[in-house]
């Protein structure tokens, strides 16, 4: 089955900034979306960002909108997320995934990268 593997992530101060990658290996039948999620301390998974692979689209939740980006590496099934202005509310553990639909909910990704975390300091 389709592997995720993540890279990046650590510690930073308000106001800097980070870069987070997610590469794919093994069967791709079937996914069309990748996305970045995130687990704050003591707090549940939530979305962060989400890419159409064929359309190039992307979306991103409220609370980093204007701040993070999402990209990918031309025909292949890896994506990027640079952070930039961190603050300390963004503090998790960021996950990337993938699955076939165009939504935030994780129920709907089958396949999980291992997890980074981020460290944002006031």
């Known amino acids: 089955q389709m592997q995720l593997v993540q890279s990046g992530g650590g510690s930073v101060q308000a106001g800097g900034s980070l870069r987070l990658s997610c590469t794919a290996s093994?069967?791709?039948?079937?996914?069309?979306?990748m996305g970045w999620f995130r687990q704050p301390p003591g707090k549940a998974r939530e979305y962060v960002a989400l890419?159409?692979?064929?359309?190039?689209?992307?979306s991103y939740a409220d609370s980093v909108s204007g701040r993070f980006t999402m990209s990918r590496e031309n025909a292949k099934y890896s994506s990027y997320l640079q952070m930039n202005d961190l603050k300390p509310e963004d503090t998790a553990v960021y996950y990337c995934?993938?699955?076939?639909?165009?939504?935030?909910?994780?129920?709907?990704?089958?396949?999980w990268g291992q997890g980074t975390q981020v460290t944002v300091s006031s």
């Open positions: 995934a993938a699955g076939p639909y165009y939504v935030s909910d994780t129920n709907d990704y089958p396949y």
């Open positions: 093994g069967p791709t039948d079937g996914v069309y979306v």
């Open positions: 890419l159409n692979l064929s359309a190039g689209s992307t």
